[in-house]
């Protein structure tokens, strides 16, 4: 199963760089997908089955906005903090507690808080992330946890698991 | 054209002083591989699109090769001591340094200058290649079927040196 | 003109560098500038101002385009630069496995 | 050698598998676009050494691995002096004939041999590559025993 997905997405990889309707090109893929998937399918996504259900397709695309727009507010708070003449800073690590199951879906967490200005997750352990920060709101675990990955983890949560 | 290849050749200079004068072996590593993806911005303004996705490839191998030799070993650089015949090889030096650049003065003068090259060597190769060989790619033409038996040559040695790494490196041989 | 020169005063710097320098990665640091240097030369002199690349499109015609001789040839040396590279790196880390230094003038001492 | 985080391998699974077809996409249009059979190649070894840095030396028995690649080259070399030599025996008696029909320049199924040189090659430099950092991991895994 996870074989011929990533045989199907190496595929659609393929068709896109060349970008050509001849015979030859379309048997050349096929050889180089089935390729792909002999050598590097075990190690693809373990529960391929959800690539076809169409519910998770329509939160990526709420998700996509929602990012948009914290990344922008992010954005505009660094680039006051930095700008302000008394540079209001206060940095320092905190550990944040994951709700979510699945690996991909923590790596796509880690990964979207990485791309959020401000914020860059230095490290996942156990059922810990070790985020970065550049100004602490609160001490308090249940407060900055909110603040940190609550704003995108029902999302994630709804689209990979 | 020339000043913008200048400036980057003369930040490709400063990066290999730095690597030869650097004093932790990884960052000379590091400097060696600024100088290598500036290579790779000479030949996109040289356009030699083939050489310089080749060039970044490869370096970046080159890269993880040293940095994975470094972190094995050691990465002190030691103090130079003075030797007692120091006199001698900065003369040596010199003298060396003179002669290259003899034959560099003499090379040069029977070049063209340097935007004004008359294709002498590589006129048919330019102008008939493409219906000859088939291939859109000039160099991939000129690389496998003007000059298949370099190429041949060159997968040789990429051979022999994969071979030669295992023979080098293995501790614990067959039983 | 200029350029010639500069890539030239590279080649002397890498040289400097395998003369003077007693750290075996730092030789074989040196040898790759060497390296890189000639090709900079080999692709300067096959450009031709306001030429393409050497690939045939529509819309280019082949009387406009750079060298692509040099190309050709640099492109088997790169490949060439990195096998040697491999092969001195190894000799290096075994040599480091045998004496427990990189120090040439070291290596020469404890000989046997 | 141990593998990085959870971060760096799950990347590096979605990751590897696209940049297999990139280096295959590279090495089979040397004849139309930049690149070759050395870039492609060289690509497709970066693949396999991308998911040997992050998942750990333990995800693959490295001694069978080197062989195996050792093996895949010679046979990539072979059958690039193979093509080579029917030209010396078909045609015009020239080592390194082109002797397939050149095509029309700018389709897939052009340049005559050249493509196939273009997939030999690449395959050897991605086997040649690949065995010399396998030889430097065992290495590396015999010196810390």
Not at chain 3, 5 to 25: A, E, Y
Not at chain 4, 34 to 54: E, H, K, N, R, W
Request: charged content about 15%; proline content about 3%.
């Amino acid at each position: 199963m996870q074989r011929f997905a990533l045989f199907i997405i190496s595929y659609i990889f393929w068709l896109l760089l060349t970008w050509s309707a001849e015979p030859g090109s379309i048997i050349a893929g096929l050889a180089v997908a089935g390729l792909t998937s002999v050598f590097f399918g075990r190690y693809f996504f373990q529960n391929a089955g959800k690539f076809i259900q169409p519910h998770r397709y329509y939160w990526l695309i709420i998700y996509l906005f929602i990012f948009t727009w914290e990344c922008i507010k992010a954005n505009f708070d660094v680039a006051y903090r930095v700008l302000h003449p008394r540079m209001p800073i206060k940095p320092g690590i905190v550990r944040v507690r994951l709700n979510l199951r699945s690996p991909f879906a923590r790596t796509m967490l880690a990964n979207s808080i990485t791309m959020t200005p401000g914020t860059i997750t230095v490290d996942i352990v156990g059922d810990n992330m070790y985020v970065h920060w550049i100004y602490i709101v609160s001490e308090d675990p249940v407060e900055y946890t909110r603040e940190v990955s609550g704003r995108f983890e029902n999302y994630i949560k709804k689209i990979f698991e | 054209m020339e000043v913008m290849l200048s400036v980057i050749i003369g930040f490709m200079i400063i990066a290999s002083i730095t690597a030869i004068y650097a004093k932790d072996l990884l960052s000379a590593i590091i400097a060696q591989g600024f100088v290598g993806y500036g290579l790779v911005i000479c030949f996109l303004i040289l356009r030699a699109p083939d050489l310089a996705i080749i060039q970044i490839v490869m370096e970046t191998v080159t890269l993880i090769i040293m940095v994975a030799v470094v972190l094995d070993s050691s990465r002190e650089e030691f103090d130079i001591m003075p030797d007692k015949t120091q006199g001698v090889t900065i003369a040596a030096s010199f003298l060396f340094a003179l002669v290259l650049l003899i034959y560099f003065n003499r090379a040069i003068s029977g070049l063209d200058r340097f935007g004004n090259h008359t294709l002498r060597m590589s006129e048919a190769y330019v102008t008939g290649a493409a219906e000859q060989t088939g291939s859109a790619n000039l160099v991939a033409g000129v690389l496998w079927d003007f000059r298949g038996y370099d190429t041949l040559g060159e997968a040789t040695v990429l051979f022999t040196a994969a071979i030669g790494v295992i023979t080098i490196i293995r501790l614990v041989g067959k039983k | 003109m200029t350029v010639f020169i500069l890539s030239f005063l590279m080649l002397l710097v890498g040289v400097h560098g395998v003369l003077t320098r007693r750290n075996l990665i730092k030789v074989v640091i040196s040898l790759t500038i060497i390296e890189f240097s000639i090709f900079l030369m080999l692709a300067l002199i096959g450009f031709i101002s306001g030429g393409e690349a050497p690939i045939l499109d529509a819309g280019i015609s082949a009387g406009r385009m750079v060298d692509p001789l040099p190309q050709a040839m640099v492109l088997t040396a790169i490949v060439i630069a990195l096998a040697t590279n491999a092969m001195l790196l190894t000799i290096a880390i075994r040599l480091y496995k045998k004496y427990g230094t990189f120090d040439i003038r070291r290596i020469n001492e404890l000989k046997g | 050698m141990k593998g990085m985080s959870l971060i760096v391998k799950k990347m590096a699974q979605l990751m590897s598998g696209l940049i297999f077809v990139y280096g295959a996409y590279i090495a089979t249009h040397g004849h139309l676009t930049p690149g070759g059979g050395f870039a492609g190649g060289a690509l497709i070894a970066g693949a396999f050494i991308l998911m040997i840095l992050a998942n750990g030396s333990g995800y693959v028995r490295l001694k069978r691995q080197e062989e195996g690649s050792s093996a895949v080259e010679s046979a990539a070399v072979l059958m690039a002096l193979l093509l080579a030599t029917i030209g010396l025996a078909a045609g015009t008696m020239v080592f390194f004939n082109n002797y397939l029909p050149p095509g029309i320049p700018g389709r897939l199924i052009s340049g005559g041999v050249i493509p196939l040189y273009n997939v030999f090659i690449g395959i050897e430099v991605a086997a040649a590559l690949m065995t010399i950092f396998l030889a430097l991991v065992i290495y590396k895994e015999e010196i810390s025993k």
